[in-house]
């Protein structure tokens, strides 16, 4: 048995309590008043659910092509130097996960990691469901992979067989893409016109075919609009945002910088659209912080390719919202925890997001006055590199609990 006393962060208050995890099942027993007495006791820290980062490219498959950038070994420890409990993996391999037996054998390899992995299957011109509850990505337009439509009505054709599946969605539309393909750079390669478009193609494809939808990695406060009008109307559709798009814009590139954050859908122009973004966020109107980890090589960066990793610093960005942009405690709980707990819960059979008896005992403890410069000293992602470094974050993971196991960082 693990007990550990502090100051616990739940989604209805914030209180002084003692944690009792059952080691043997990885369940949390008991949650009661501090006695003083535990394994860990702590004093200014704050205990959250464990994080739980829903967009995640750990680039392992049954190729092993691109192992070397980083495996699932090596996605978990940098998911636990950063505070995430377990992450869901997306399919864009050289081998995709698109069938039971695909999906199955790319689950066993799942097996080397410390923390839990929920994985995406690919949809493409030819797949169809499952024959188990998994949820499913599509790449609407060509990204990194070639896992991608050329067209809406492509792209309608294949979804009408996943009636009722939840599907996240990579928003940029192929038909722009390829209109702008021989622009003068990335960033006007990919344009917020090709966001806007696919999204809206997206809203409707979610409510002609009772989808459980989720937008990845919004870039533009005007998609996030558009999105939360579409709730409003009672459609069921879930929005993720990245470190990435809330921290950067292009007033802050140089030429070494560009290169490195390089991504799809690009670091957009103005400041005002990401602190726009922020506050979309802290009001509540963007659900999940989810990060596209995306590990390529430094040597991969300066030949143009898209992705950068984050995993390692995912809680010490949390941290930098809090002191930086007011977000509270709570407001942290509902983005890395809760909401995208119960995002997780409809694929598992352990529940997660809270801490209370009969959920898994995985925790984040964050103390919010422990400053972090990120190096590649301190990263364990495979890549040894991160658009962070040389930043200071104003607080950092101090401990991540895996299923009552203590992970110090």
């Known amino acids: 048995m693990l007990s550990i006393e502090g100051n616990i962060i739940s989604n209805k208050e914030q209180f002084r309590g003692r944690i009792e995890i059952d080691q043997e099942t990885g369940l949390i027993t008991k949650v009661g008043k501090p006695t003083g007495i535990a394994d860990l006791v702590l004093k200014n820290e704050y205990i959250f659910p464990g994080f739980i980062d829903l967009h995640v490219h750990a680039r392992e498959d049954m190729s092993h092509t691109q192992d070397y950038k980083e495996d699932f070994k090596t996605a978990s420890l940098a998911a636990i130097n950063g505070g995430v409990v377990l992450f869901a993996e997306m399919p864009n391999n050289p081998i995709p996960p698109v069938n039971d037996i695909s999906y199955n054998e790319k689950y066993l390899l799942t097996k080397k990691s410390l923390v839990p992995i929920l994985l995406y299957a690919g949809i493409g011109k030819d797949t169809k469901m499952l024959s188990k509850n998994v949820p499913y990505k599509v790449f609407m337009g060509k990204s990194v992979g070639d896992m991608y439509f050329n067209s809406q009505v492509e792209l ?55 989808l459980n939808g989720k937008i990845c990695h919004v870039s533009t406060i005007e998609g996030i609009n558009k999105i939360n009008e579409a709730k409003k109307q009672g459609l069921n559709v879930k929005i993720e945002i990245t470190p990435h798009h809330l921290y950067f814009d292009e007033s802050m590139f140089n030429a070494e910088l560009k290169k490195k954050l390089q991504v799809n859908p690009p670091i957009r122009q103005t400041k005002e659209n990401r602190l726009s973004l922020i506050e979309a966020l802290k009001k509540g109107e963007i659900d999940y912080l989810a990060t596209d980890h995306a590990p390529h090589t430094i040597e991969e960066k300066g030949k143009g390719i898209s992705g950068m990793p984050h995993l390692d610093t995912y809680g010490a960005f949390t941290t930098w919202l809090i002191k930086e942009h007011s977000f509270t405690l709570e407001d942290i709980l509902r983005i890395s925890a809760f909401n995208p707990a119960n995002f997780i819960n409809n694929f598992s059979d352990e529940k997660y997001g809270e801490i209370k008896s009969g959920f898994v005992g995985s925790l984040t403890i964050l103390d919010i006055n422990k400053p972090i410069k990120i190096t590649k000293e301190n990263l364990k992602t495979k890549c040894s590199w991160s658009p962070f470094e040389n930043i200071t974050f104003p607080g950092s993971p101090i401990i991540t609990i895996i299923k009552g196991k203590i992970y110090e960082n």
């Open 156 to 210: 309608e054709s294949a979804l009408k067989k996943y009636q009722g599946c939840f599907i996240s969605f990579h928003c940029e539309d192929p038909e722009i893409l390829d209109e702008y393909k021989n622009k003068e750079n990335h960033e006007n390669r990919r344009p917020v016109e090709a966001e806007l478009k696919a999204i809206e193609i997206a809203l409707l494809l979610i409510k002609k075919f009772n």
